[in-house]
């Protein structure tokens, strides 16, 4: 079946660093979407990424679907601490495929 | 809208004791799904909907049966619960099919002892 790796599984970072966190799939996906997690609260939608190469971005998020789309990643410029939380992503291969959620990037920023 | 919804919020459970959880999401979706999420698992889907009286088996359904006897509610049941079942359960529903971006209810949080 669909397998998808996400890393970093943590990473901590300083107030006003950046961060980026990576989703690979073993398979051609037809899109990805990406989820935010708040501490103690549920999986919010974010963005979805349909086309080869496409790149959108949402204030200091970047987030790119690879040429080849099997890769995809979510760049965060300048973190503050609102953007504490857990980002997940989530592929799908298209028609009745189910997605499959990556096993999430724990972001930690320090004051 | 309330959006999707979870009940209950909190639960224990001892060892062999049955329960459900209840969704009800309030957009009009025809796709519902459960899943669970552990500690460096991820979200795992348990089982979905693609509609009314409908349901299939997603990744890891074993100990779960489910009921979408209405389209806005899904049910979750666990009739013999074991420790391995304690995890945060989450209901989730999309427009259509899963190209859709998923809204998620607030979690169960189920022990079992």
């Known amino acids: 079946g669909q397998q998808v790796m996400q890393i970093p599984q943590y990473q901590h970072v300083q107030e006003g660093e950046d961060f980026t966190t990576y989703c690979n799939s073993s398979?051609?996906?037809?899109?990805i979407q990406w989820y935010k997690q708040r501490p103690g609260g549920h999986p919010v939608f974010l963005i979805q990424l349909v086309k080869s190469g496409e790149v959108k971005k949402q204030k200091r998020l970047t987030f790119q679907f690879g040429e080849a789309k099997k890769n995809s990643s979510l760049h965060i410029t300048a973190t503050q601490t609102t953007d504490v939380g857990t980002y997940f992503c989530a592929a799908n291969s298209g028609g009745y495929q189910k997605v499959t959620f990556g096993i999430g990037t724990k972001l930690q920023v320090i004051p | 809208n309330a959006g999707v919804t979870q009940t209950p919020k909190f639960r224990v459970l001892k060892t062999g004791q049955s329960m459900t959880l209840l969704c009800a999401q309030d957009?009009?979706?025809?796709?519902m799904y459960w899943y669970r999420q552990d500690p460096g698992m991820g979200l795992r889907l348990i089982h979905y909907?693609?509609?009314?009286?409908?349901?299939a088996k997603g990744e890891v359904p074993d100990g779960y049966n489910v009921s979408r006897l209405k389209k806005q509610n899904f049910l979750l049941g666990l009739e013999s619960a074991a420790p391995s079942q304690t995890s945060v359960y989450f209901c989730?529903?999309?427009?259509?099919?899963?190209?859709?971006?998923?809204?998620f209810g607030p979690g169960t949080r189920l022990t079992v002892t």
């Open positions: 398979t051609t996906l037809s899109n």
């Open positions: 957009m009009n979706h025809e796709y």
């Open positions: 909907s693609v509609g009314e009286g409908t349901t």
């Open positions: 989730a529903s999309s427009r259509q099919g899963f190209a859709y971006e998923q809204y």
